[in-house]
């Protein structure tokens, strides 16, 4: 069974249509990418996809049941989200933040105790090389720490289904690339299906297995990097034909940005 199926979903906010008439399925285990232009309707998918909001028309199934019809702690036992710059700036340290991923699974009765989650803790601070900074305040982090720190929390919650909007937003290329390689391999250890939004085509190439590509609020393809990752089906969306070329190491497409000065809409260009 699929894990997130999507049957024709619209979604207007006010009279602007959003989404529109959208459809797909992931499979358990899969790494989906969602990518398109600013305002395609990729964070507005990704809430549907949560049971955040819930469609106009068309339904979200979550493993076969309507994701917003999910109560919220069920939800969080299973699923996670990550969203752009998510901790609140509160005075909590980082081996705090990441032990928050444990709520879902408290209750009154006091099901974990810290004794029983502190060795995934630690294994979590080690892994993504935080143990320097795990008794310093999430305030006094950088944006790529912090960064960091949502992950480490995310992986505190064992998710079986991972959302990641724009995972590598505030990170220098070196923690991009590491984002990444530690998410492919929380996948391979364990039965985890991710869903990103991304905004950078040759990281999406590089790490997803199928990709998504979107323009306002429709699905113009779906299908593997090499199918989707065409100036000639990138140029409508992007208004820009990057030269596409493949990874010498992966061979996986890779954009090369080219700006076409004859075309630029850029003033004082010729
Ligand atoms: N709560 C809201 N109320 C009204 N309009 C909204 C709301 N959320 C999003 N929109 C509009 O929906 C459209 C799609 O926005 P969305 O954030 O889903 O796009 P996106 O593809 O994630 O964009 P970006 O790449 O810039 O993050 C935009 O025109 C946006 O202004």
């Not at 006091?110 to 999430?138: C, F, K, M, N, Y």
Request: charged letters at 25%; proline letters at 6%; a negative charge.
């Amino acid at each position: 069974m699929a894990i997130i199926q999507v049957d024709n979903v619209s979604k207007a906010y006010r009279t602007q249509t959003v989404l529109e008439q959208v459809s797909f399925t992931v499979k358990p285990g899969e790494c989906f990418g969602i990518i398109g232009p600013n305002g395609s309707g990729k964070s507005s998918l990704l809430k549907l996809l949560s049971g955040i909001d819930k469609p106009d028309t068309g339904r979200v199934l979550l493993e076969g049941r309507i994701a917003h019809s999910y109560p919220r702690k069920q939800l969080a036992q299973w699923m996670a989200v990550l969203e752009q710059d998510s901790l609140p700036p509160l005075g909590f340290t980082v081996r705090e933040m990441v032990a928050m991923g444990r709520y879902p699974f408290q209750n009154w009765l006091g099901d974990e105790s810290a004794a029983d989650v502190e060795p995934l803790i630690e294994h979590i601070l080690q892994r993504l090389q935080l143990e320097v900074l795990a008794d310093r305040t999430v305030d006094r982090l950088s944006g790529g720490e912090r960064q960091r720190v949502a992950l480490g929390k995310l992986m505190a919650q064992q998710p079986r289904l991972l959302l990641l909007d724009e995972p590598t937003t505030y990170l220098d290329i070196g923690y991009q690339l590491q984002m990444m390689e530690w998410i492919r391999d929380w996948q391979q250890k364990e039965p985890l299906t991710v869903i990103a939004v991304l905004h950078d085509l040759n990281l999406a190439a590089q790490y997803c297995d199928r990709l998504l590509l979107m323009e306002a609020g429709r699905i113009v393809t779906i299908g593997r990097p090499r199918e989707v990752i065409h100036s000639e089906l990138l140029e409508p969306v992007y208004h820009t034909r990057p030269i596409v070329l493949e990874h010498p190491v992966y061979e996986v497409p890779q954009i090369l940005l080219h700006a076409d000065r004859k075309n630029s809409r850029i003033k004082g260009e010729d």
